[in-house]
């Protein structure tokens, strides 16, 4: 047996199941990005790129925030993202996976438990695997399975505190979290209620504050904003209470031991959050092309979901990933998910509906789809 033996053996097993994985070129119209906004590619932050390099931003930070990487540009980004979604605090992170696996792994203390909705985001399962609590699922949005799961801990004696993971919207069915009647439960059990805000911040919500706008501030509340999608850059937010901020900055080690974001690229967050303020036309525009998908997507007996995120379920891996390449093949850059991102049995074209197309593409996409499925 040769030493990469075992990895090539999985490789090959992932293939015959039909779930091998491979990178592809973006070619073709954008029905698979998360570029909701239509910002990654703007000239408003291609601009700012270009400003903050002309006034001397530095584009790397060079070192951790603790030591040498704390930079002008992460703190201001920060004191104006807490202003501007309503949050006592914020902490700015390299990646939206890397915040998740911060929040779970750090915040949670031995002795407390986490529920988790079943579906929330790989990024949690990572950070609750590293972390300290107990944890255990609920049924998809089943607020009553939440208070159970909580209930039944308290009867075994469970006394530390309760987290409560979900998302607000679903990034593989763009369903919507039951929020109210979450923040009740968290309320009323003593929960903390942490809630991934990556797909509706930008898109939902007043200012495109997100589904939790009005939960913000709380201080039972955690929010994850991520800056890769709607926000057309990289990077996310942790919004809470200071306390949290300030016990992720002592306690967290993705945060201490990681060389801090770009600060050209906090700069250029910056100006996509005053982009989200000064621009409700963009959001306006998203809503309209989403009545529109829905429309088109009803036709074919698919569900409509009013999200940017339109799930048309086939099934079987194979199948999904074939139908994908004749979209593809077509000048329709729709992308198959297999599991393990979605359970085994759901594979899916994720269809993601965004400014980089408008309704003509939308029609001609629904109409394809119509004849291959
Ligand atoms: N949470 C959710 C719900 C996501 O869909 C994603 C991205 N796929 C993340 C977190 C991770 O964010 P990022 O891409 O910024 O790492």
């Known amino acids: 047996m040769t030493t990469l033996e075992p990895l090539e053996t999985d490789l090959w097993r992932l293939g015959e199941a039909g779930r091998r994985r491979t990178l592809r070129p973006r070619r073709g119209h954008d029905l698979a990005s998360n570029d909701y906004l239509g910002l990654a590619g703007s000239d408003r932050l291609r ?11 530095p584009v790397g ?22 202003r501007f979604f309503g949050a006592k605090s914020a902490l700015f992170l390299g990646s939206g996976y890397a915040a998740n696996v911060l929040i779970l792994a750090t915040l949670p203390q031995r002795g407390d438990l986490v529920i988790h909705d079943d579906l929330v985001h790989a990024s949690v399962h990572e950070g609750m695997r590293l972390g300290r609590a107990e944890r255990t699922a609920f049924a998809h949005n089943d607020v009553e399975a939440a208070a159970d799961a909580l209930a039944s801990w308290r009867r075994s004696g469970g006394c530390g505190i309760p987290w409560i993971a979900v998302e ?40 495109g504050r997100g589904l939790a706008a009005d939960l913000e501030g709380q201080d039972n509340v955690v929010t994850l904003r991520t800056c890769g999608k709607a926000l ?13 901020r300030d016990f992720l900055i002592n306690r967290g080690r993705g945060f201490i031991f990681s060389t ?11 100006e996509a959050l005053c982009v989200l303020r000064e621009e409700p036309e963009r959001r306006e525009r ?6 529109h998908a829905d429309r088109e997507l009803t036709k074919l ?17 194979r199948r999904t990933m074939e139908v994908a390449s004749e979209l593809q093949e077509l000048g329709f850059d729709v992308r198959g998910i297999r599991p393990p ?10 269809l993601s509906i965004t400014l980089n197309v408008d309704n003509a593409v939308i029609t001609d996409v629904a109409t394809v789809l119509g004849k291959l499925l």
């Open 301 to 317: 007996g698919l569900a409509a979901t009013g999200s940017p995120i339109q799930p048309v379920i086939i099934g079987d891996d």
């Open 286 to 291: 998203l809503h309209a092309l989403l009545r």
């Open 341 to 350: 991102t979605v359970p085994a049995g759901a594979s899916r074209l994720r």
């Open 47 to 57: 601009q700012a790129v270009s400003e903050a390099l002309a006034r001397g931003v």
């Open 168 to 207: 607000s919207l679903y990034s593989m069915d763009g369903d919507q979290a039951p929020l109210a009647e979450l923040a009740a439960l968290a309320e009323q059990e003593g929960a903390m209620l942490v809630i991934d805000e990556a797909h509706a911040t930008g898109v939902f919500g007043p200012d």
């Open 260 to 270: 801090a974001p770009s600060p050209l690229v906090a700069a250029t967050v910056s």
């Open 232 to 244: 057309g850059c990289e990077g996310a937010f942790i919004l809470g209470p200071s306390t949290v």
């Open 61 to 82: 930070s060079g070192g951790s925030r603790l030591l040498r990487g704390n930079a002008e540009e992460h703190e201001q980004l920060e004191e104006q993202a807490a």
